[in-house]
């Protein structure tokens, strides 16, 4: 059944997934943004936007009024201050608490749920961290998103709670990460430790468990870390990257002592001239080995499973990245200088590429099809999009457009396979190759067409 659902941080990275995952589900998106808030990740969405901030009473009462459930997204992650992580994580997220308990004055409340951080958990050691073991948080950050949690469980008894803890996050949209994918496509990988052990979750993985504890009657008074896959090495993120963008970097060893003694050292200097890559109380965090997260909890209670491993979640993120020209890969550089030459044909029983740098929409890595193929024949192919997740058909001859027989034969196959649904032949994604997404509808949304735009 539908809900209204209010996301505060609505227009960031994460919280625009978020929105996006409930507006795919049917239900209604009130978004709390402040006044200076950037919302090019919420326009041409059916959003009501509400403006207000954590520390204002009266816009946080409008905000909460009339809703079903509620996704505290909104917080602080970078602060020269250490009472802004405090004012805005643990405050902030009391105030909103006092605003629903003085609107809903009954027993039907609204379920509340807090986006919290693995560093609220704090490292982990031999073992992977699980929901049970004793929070030991190593930075006001981490300390700021505990008290946040501890806050909301004091209110338990009357509200209907519930907290999930991701890991790094990655995937469309995310800025923090884009500095690596940029370092990597000019064959350059810096390796801080070959024993750090760490827990990524896509971003779009995140917002589909967020979803399924804001419904769940399992996820109610419970905690839950958001960690779908195993942790893996440090240098094995880095390498996926490398292999998704066809290079071959060379790694720089970056030694922790270094980094302990001397980016105190270089920091102010870096602070007055440019944007550091990371702020200076963020630095035990990057020097601690181990930061492993049991996802099995949410396995077990609620049925969660990810969608996007390792591969195929850096495989779509590195294509968005190039989608939006936030990230160009020697490929790319090559096709601007003209060098460069886009074919496929059919070799053995998969569809091979004669230039191994191709990576068609995610259609294939390092020369092969990674997608579930529906089927094929001698002119075109349909996998599943690894940016949308449908259907789609991809001419294997090089050219931009289908023919008239084309598409009929085209959509034709989709009805045989899929049954009703609308065949979207508008050009998008893979500049000068044909290709074809099949939708549940026509004329679909924006959001519905493209969740990561």
Same mark, same amino acid.
């Given at each position: 059944?539908?809900?209204?659902?209010?996301?505060?941080?609505?227009?960031?990275?994460?919280?625009?997934? %978020? *929105?996006?995952?409930?507006?795919?589900? @049917?239900?209604?998106? &009130? #978004?709390?943004?402040?006044?200076?808030?950037?919302? +090019?990740?919420?326009?041409?969405?059916?959003?009501?936007?509400?403006?207000?901030?954590?520390?204002?009473?009266?816009?946080?009462?409008?905000?909460?009024?009339?809703?079903?459930?509620?996704?505290?997204?909104?917080?602080?992650?970078?602060?020269?201050?250490?009472?802004?992580?405090?004012?805005?994580?643990?405050?902030?997220?009391h105030n909103l608490i006092k605003?629903?308990?003085?609107?809903?004055?009954?027993?039907?409340?609204?379920?509340?749920?807090?986006?919290?951080?693995?560093?609220?958990?704090?490292?982990?050691?031999?073992?992977?961290?699980?929901?049970?073991?004793?929070?030991?948080?190593?930075?006001?950050?981490?300390?700021?998103?505990?008290?946040?949690?501890?806050?909301?469980?004091?209110?338990?008894?009357?509200?209907?709670?519930? %907290? *999930?803890?991701?890991?790094?996050?990655? @995937?469309?949209?995310? &800025? #923090?990460?884009?500095?690596?994918?940029?370092?990597? +496509?000019?064959?350059?990988?810096?390796?801080?430790?070959?024993?750090?052990?760490?827990?990524?979750?896509?971003?779009?993985?995140?917002?589909?468990?967020?979803?399924?504890?804001?419904?769940?009657?399992?996820?109610?008074?419970?905690?839950?870390?958001?960690?779908?896959?195993?942790?893996?090495?440090l240098h094995e993120f880095g390498?996926?990257?490398?292999?998704?963008?066809?290079?071959?970097?060379?790694?720089?060893?970056?030694?922790?002592?270094?980094?302990?003694?001397?980016?105190?050292?270089?920091?102010?200097?870096?602070?007055?001239?440019?944007?550091?890559?990371?702020?200076?109380?963020?630095?035990?965090?990057?020097?601690?080995?181990?930061?492993?997260?049991?996802?099995?909890?949410?396995?077990?209670?609620?049925?969660?499973?990810?969608?996007?491993?390792?591969?195929?979640?850096?495989?779509?993120?590195?294509?968005?990245?190039?989608?939006?020209?936030?990230l160009t890969t020697k490929r790319?550089?090559?096709?601007?200088?003209?060098?460069?030459?886009?074919?496929?044909?059919?070799?053995?029983?998969?569809?091979?590429?004669?230039?191994?740098?191709?990576?068609?929409?995610?259609?294939?890595?390092?020369?092969?099809?990674?997608?579930?193929?529906?089927?094929?024949?001698?002119?075109?192919?349909?996998?599943?999009?690894?940016?949308?997740?449908?259907?789609?058909?991809?001419?294997?001859?090089?050219?931009?457009?289908?023919?008239?027989?084309?598409?009929?034969?085209?959509?034709?196959?989709?009805?045989?396979?899929?049954?009703?649904?609308?065949?979207?032949?508008?050009?998008?994604?893979?500049?000068?190759?044909?290709?074809?997404?099949?939708?549940?509808?026509?004329?679909?949304?924006?959001?519905?067409?493209?969740?990561?735009?």
């Amino acid at each position: 059944m539908a809900s209204t659902v209010l996301v505060t941080g609505a227009n960031g990275f994460v919280g625009s997934h %978020i *929105v996006d995952c409930l507006l795919r589900h @049917g239900n209604k998106v &009130r #978004a709390m943004v402040r006044h200076t808030s950037d919302l +090019s990740w919420l326009e041409n969405k059916p959003v009501e936007i509400c403006y207000g901030t954590l520390d204002d009473l009266p816009s946080l009462l409008t905000a909460v009024e009339g809703v079903d459930r509620i996704v505290h997204n909104a917080g602080v992650v970078a602060a020269k201050q250490k009472y802004l992580y405090f004012l805005h994580n643990s405050e902030g997220t009391h105030n909103l608490i006092k605003a629903v308990l003085q609107v809903y004055t009954g027993n039907s409340r609204p379920r509340f749920l807090l986006v919290s951080s693995q560093t609220a958990a704090g490292p982990s050691g031999t073992k992977w961290k699980t929901e049970d073991d004793p929070p030991s948080p190593i930075t006001d950050y981490g300390r700021s998103k505990l008290l946040a949690e501890s806050t909301l469980m004091r209110y338990s008894d009357q509200l209907p709670v519930t %907290i *999930v803890r991701p890991p790094s996050v990655y @995937g469309p949209r995310d &800025r #923090a990460f884009l500095p690596l994918f940029e370092l990597i +496509s000019r064959n350059l990988m810096p390796m801080v430790g070959p024993n750090h052990l760490v827990s990524f979750v896509h971003v779009q993985d995140l917002a589909r468990q967020i979803d399924l504890q804001l419904e769940h009657e399992n996820a109610v008074g419970e905690i839950f870390n958001a960690a779908p896959f195993n942790p893996i090495r440090l240098h094995e993120f880095g390498d996926t990257i490398a292999s998704v963008l066809n290079a071959e970097p060379r790694q720089v060893p970056i030694p922790p002592s270094l980094l302990k003694h001397g980016y105190p050292l270089v920091y102010p200097l870096l602070n007055t001239i440019t944007q550091p890559p990371f702020q200076i109380d963020k630095l035990p965090d990057l020097l601690t080995e181990r930061w492993t997260l049991d996802g099995s909890k949410a396995a077990e209670k609620l049925g969660f499973e990810g969608k996007l491993p390792l591969m195929a979640g850096v495989g779509q993120t590195a294509e968005w990245y190039r989608w939006k020209k936030w990230l160009t890969t020697k490929r790319d550089r090559k096709r601007q200088s003209g060098k460069a030459r886009t074919y496929m044909r059919p070799m053995s029983d998969s569809l091979k590429l004669y230039d191994e740098g191709c990576d068609l929409c995610g259609l294939a890595f390092d020369g092969e099809v990674k997608t579930p193929v529906h089927y094929e024949d001698d002119d075109f192919i349909i996998v599943d999009c690894m940016i949308c997740h449908v259907p789609m058909a991809v001419l294997k001859e090089h050219r931009a457009k289908f023919t008239p027989q084309e598409k009929e034969r085209i959509t034709a196959k989709f009805q045989e396979l899929f049954g009703n649904a609308s065949t979207d032949f508008e050009q998008r994604r893979i500049p000068d190759h044909a290709h074809v997404h099949n939708r549940t509808f026509g004329h679909s949304p924006p959001w519905t067409q493209r969740p990561d735009s």
